[in-house]
């Protein structure tokens, strides 16, 4: 498919191209079809309501290094940031589409998983062997049961999981396309941590990778005992990478990434292009953060670019606009985190923001 590029190409048409080559490669996940079924079920619902539906993106995706995947990539992620921001978009009136890593933190769950106390912390026995919760939590917990069942009872959430950056991709998609009809009531909140290297099905080893080189003599009287000529061999040279001084070749495990296209500018352009698109950008360097966030709204053209750094992101976060100057959002330290601010900011908001209009954070 990428045969058909020439030095002509139109950027519009290489989008294009990229795209139908890497869907086309990377098989979608067993459970796109379910999932779609219930995105299109609930967008449906809410946009003959005339409700404004935000997909919420969260968590980290994974790379697989084996088809048959044992071992991956990942990051480091945990869905604090999108769980927390679901919970706001609820609280604003948004229906919110949940589209998170398998077992990362989900809105209103997150305040009693992953914490520092297991979740039986919380409880204690109660007359006649019932359980309750502990009167010191008694409080905070019923008021997040009472919005987690009003979500759920009136059909506000929902949440669909992915594992992998291809899976992501797929899911990620099939969804905003789902959401075209819902033109500018349609935000797209991209908070996931999305990898931007991954290994090409071609490339991917079938079974878990071998680690000794025993398996080969197995291989071999395999082969001597009549299985298709050469299979041994085609395993055995399976070897993902050059040579090394120091270990020998059959100890190493060299992984040889490829580049993950940008998919942010077919998302604008043809999966949703009326919807409002608000990005993340994620750096550790603080003299980049900025310039590399203004870089990304110059190319794709969406709404809105969140900068974050990971050492202090729960602190502060720059929000950069078109046509606006760079905002900070600030946090004192130790009074919550910018969480608390951020989708109330991008709600108050539908379309290109005002600085004018964001609540001032500082400390
Ligand atoms: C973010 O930057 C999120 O704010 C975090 C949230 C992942 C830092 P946590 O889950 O962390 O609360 O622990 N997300 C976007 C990261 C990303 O992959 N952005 C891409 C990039 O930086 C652009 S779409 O290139």
């Known amino acids: 498919m990428l045969s058909s590029i020439t030095p002509e ?53 994974t790379v697989p290094l084996e088809k048959q995947t044992v071992r991956f990539i990942d990051n480091f992620s945990a869905g604090t940031r ?96 789902l959401m075209r009809p819902l033109g500018p009531r349609g935000l797209l909140y991209l908070a996931a941590a999305v990898s931007d290297f991954f290994v090409p099905p071609d490339r991917m080893s079938e079974h878990k990778i071998q680690s000794t080189n025993a398996v080969d003599a197995v291989k071999k009287v395999g082969a001597a005992a009549g299985a298709r000529p050469g299979a041994a061999e085609e395993e055995e040279t399976f070897d993902n990478f050059d040579s090394s001084p120091s270990i020998p070749r059959s100890k190493r495990l060299v992984i040889d990434l490829d580049p993950v296209p940008k998919f942010l500018k077919n998302l604008v352009e043809g999966w949703s292009p009326q919807g409002m698109i608000v990005s993340f950008k994620l750096e550790t360097d603080p003299t980049i953060l900025v310039h590399k966030a203004r870089y990304s709204l110059d190319r794709y053209q969406h709404h809105l670019v969140i900068g974050n750094l990971l050492s202090t992101r729960k602190w502060e ?41 964001l609540p001032d954070g500082e400390p």
Not at 131 to 136: G, K, P, S
């Open 9 to 61: 190409t139109p950027p519009g048409n290489l989008a294009a191209l990229a795209e139908d080559h890497y869907f086309g490669a990377n098989p979608p996940p067993k459970d796109l079809e379910k999932h779609v079924a219930q995105a299109r079920a609930f967008i449906d619902y809410h946009s003959a309501a005339g409700r404004r539906l935000v997909l919420v993106t969260s968590g980290g995706t």
């Open 317 to 357: 976060v720059v929000f950069v606009s078109p046509g606006n100057p760079d905002h900070w959002i600030r946090v004192p330290f130790r009074k919550g985190s910018t969480e608390d601010s951020i989708p109330d900011t991008v709600a108050a908001n539908d379309e290109p923001l005002d600085p004018k209009s």
């Open 82 to 177: 999108g769980a927390t921001s679901a919970e706001y978009f609820l609280e604003a009136g948004y229906a919110v589409l949940f589209l998170h890593r398998q077992f990362s933190l989900l809105p209103f769950s997150r305040h009693y998983s992953h914490a520092t106390d297991c979740f039986l912390d919380f409880l204690r026995e109660g007359p006649d062997g019932s359980v309750v919760a502990r009167d010191e939590d008694a409080a905070k917990m019923l008021h997040v049961l009472r919005k987690y069942r009003d979500a759920r009872d009136r059909n506000m959430l929902l949440v669909l999981p992915f594992v992998s950056i291809s899976d992501y991709l797929h899911e990620l998609r099939s969804i905003a396309r």
